[in-house]
């Protein structure tokens, strides 16, 4: 899906999308948007920050972030408190115009690739303990629960508690998450893992599952325990 207010730059990425076999969905408003939303659940948005009936944030918040779609801010606002804030909200890269159709689209691919491709950490599900909370991590299905409720990680999330714990209990350096995560944009600051991760503690309840070790990194403080 791409969500974009301008006629020339939707018009061009879709069909600059068409041209490379996806599928898409154009929408120039977020009532459209919300309407498809209602008829089909794709594989990665691409959403502009001003739009003429809402804002991209607001909408990735209410309506993306909810139904676990991965998404991508395209946006002519480039200051860092706009990138922190779309990151925070769990995107998955933000890409300021102007831009190069031929890297949106290799961006696309590798967010596509690894949203499909998560490595599995053992045939069965992972089961852990702290204090009297228990955390299941199951691969297979891509399912966190804790307590036996689901908590829903965007991709970026999902990716930085995998990393951590398939390192069972080893720090990593922000550098070293952002290596196991692979995320695309150069842009990325050791303040942005930290929002990815900040979000991500906020979800699992306890900020004690992911432990930051200052002046080293994080790790993951979960006890193994038999499922």
Same mark, same amino acid.
């Given at each position: ?7 020339? &730059? ?17 929408? /120039? ?16 948005? &691409? &959403? ?28 002519? +606002?480039? +200051? ?41 950490? /053992? ?53 070293? &998450?952002? /290596? ?14 930290? /929002? ?32």
């Amino acid at each position: 899906m791409v969500l974009e207010d301008s006629e020339s &730059i939707l018009q061009s990425v879709e069909n600059y999308l068409r041209l490379n076999d996806y599928e898409v969905t154009a929408c /120039s408003s977020c009532r459209d948007a919300e309407e498809k939303l209602d008829q089909l659940k794709p594989d990665l948005a &691409i &959403i502009d920050v001003s739009l003429p009936d809402g804002n991209g944030f607001f909408f990735a918040r209410e309506h993306l972030v909810s139904r676990s779609i991965p998404f991508v801010f395209l946006t002519s +606002q480039n +200051q860092e408190s706009d990138r922190i804030t779309g990151f925070e909200l769990g995107a998955l890269d933000y890409v300021v115009k102007p831009f190069s159709l031929k890297e949106l689209i290799l961006r696309i691919k590798a967010i596509l690739k690894r949203a499909a491709d998560h490595p599995d950490i /053992s045939d069965h599900t992972n089961q852990w303990k702290l204090n009297d909370d228990i955390l299941q991590y199951d691969s297979r299905i891509h399912r966190i629960t804790i307590n036996a409720s689901d908590i829903h990680l965007t991709t970026t999330e999902w990716d930085i508690l995998s990393a951590l714990i398939q390192h069972d209990g080893a720090i990593l350096s922000r550098e070293q &998450i952002q /290596s196991n995560i692979h995320l695309l944009s150069t842009e990325l600051s050791p303040r942005t893992i930290d /929002s990815h991760i900040k979000n991500l503690r906020n979800k699992l309840g306890n900020p004690e599952w992911v432990k930051a070790v200052r002046g080293f990194g994080f790790r993951f403080t979960g006890e193994a325990c038999l499922a």
